[in-house]
């Protein structure tokens, strides 16, 4: 008789349930060194109604067991926005963790498909952590290297059984790694220079926050809104991400590029924080915190990441458009300079995003991690 035999399937219902359903992944990646450690307090207000996600989405979430040992986990979810934005009776999974046996995925998956079902979905894709404006994708290459802040992470043989049951690939997102040494190509720093009675970088004005944090949203929303799969930010989850950017994210780490006056393209790069938090197993007590501002004073991150970067739609596929691109890179390389960090990571790009990719690429950025989006359709 196989060990899997006796792996049943139980639903969270309740705050000790789901304490126990952020800490799957501590056995899971424990021989993995590539893996960090999330904040588990982090992680219980990510899945807690205080998540402002929630007040346009439904989950679900349940856990395997192996007897009464947790052996995997998974949740679905249905978002109104995106209902409404794309009229499509999709749902998601996510949070998708598990021991490497090909019964553990099928009964996590069935779990959550049935529900999907049960609420009138008829397409699941995944995985999302919990919405696209959240982690999202599958990491398929590049394990060997410890996710950024913000990215997830995943055992190679997720793939394997994400695929086994049917899930086919339906977008690929990719990170690409350039050290800050880097150099603009000849021909951009001259045209920056040129342009610099029209074209002006300049960071972020923390004495107006909320004015800025309101420019970036709407060059973002108008950047992306014909990306794959977008959806916008609600003013509570800008705010929620703009808390971050407040306690995280130097001013200069953000740049605004204007044209004529007119805030026309941004740029928002974080701190890598794992490599503050990855030695903390997801505790900030009893020395946690103390850790964290100590190292983030003393230590800073030599690493950090790209996250946000958009042009407005009239200068995309436009010299301009590039020139601001490379202009705000550069803004932040200086930036990063100064902090003495090393290398950044820019993510994620989807893969048949030309332009941006050859932007990084001209900087000498290789790929170097591949995260993928699924997609199943039921009978």
Not at 202 to 225: M, N, T, V
Request: charged residues 25%; glycine residues 6%.
């Amino acid at each position: 008789m196989g060990q899997d035999v006796l792996i049943r399937i139980e639903p969270v219902k309740d705050q000790a349930g789901l304490k126990q359903f952020v800490r799957v992944p501590i056995n899971i990646y424990r021989l993995d060194p590539a893996w960090v450690p999330p904040l588990l307090v982090e992680r219980l207000h990510s899945f807690s109604l205080k998540n402002p996600y929630f007040e346009h989405a439904r989950w679900k979430c349940w856990m395997a067991y192996r007897g009464t040992i947790p052996v995997g986990r998974i949740s679905a979810q249905i978002d109104e926005l995106h209902l409404a934005r794309y009229d499509s009776p999709t749902g998601f999974f996510g949070s998708l963790e598990a021991e490497d046996s090909e019964e553990i995925f099928h009964a996590l998956f069935e779990t959550a498909e049935t529900w999907l079902r049960s609420e009138g979905m008829k397409v699941v894709q995944g995985p999302f952590n919990l919405s696209i404006n959240q982690e999202c994708g599958l990491l398929v290459q590049g394990y060997d290297d410890p996710p950024m802040v913000m990215m997830g992470h995943a055992r190679p043989y997720y793939k394997k059984h994400v695929e086994a049951y049917g899930y086919q690939k339906v977008q690929d997102m990719l990170a690409y790694r350039l050290g800050i040494d880097f150099s603009l190509p000849s021909g951009v720093a001259r045209f920056l220079k040129k342009a610099k009675e029209s074209v002006k970088i300049r960071p972020l004005r923390r004495k107006h926050l909320q004015e800025e944090l309101a420019i970036i949203k709407e060059i973002y929303e108008e950047a992306w809104a014909e990306n794959w799969g977008f959806l916008p930010f609600t003013e509570a989850e800008f705010a929620d991400l703009g808390q971050q950017l407040k306690l995280l994210v130097e001013d200069d780490f953000v740049q605004i590029a204007e044209v004529n006056g007119i805030p026309s393209a941004m740029l928002v790069a974080f701190p890598n924080v794992h490599e503050v938090i990855h030695d903390l197993q997801g505790r900030l007590w009893p020395l946690g915190w103390l850790k964290i501002l100590w190292r983030l004073k003393v230590r800073y991150p030599t690493t950090g990441r790209v996250a946000l970067m958009g042009v407005r739609r009239q200068f995309q596929s436009s010299p301009m458009g590039a020139l601001m691109a490379y202009g705000m890179i550069e803004a932040v390389r200086k930036a990063g300079l100064r902090k003495h960090i090393q290398q950044v990571e820019l993510s994620w790009i989807l893969e048949n995003n030309k332009r941006m990719r050859h932007i990084l690429e001209s900087l000498g950025a290789k790929s170097y991690k591949k995260y993928r989006l699924y997609e199943k359709s039921f009978q």
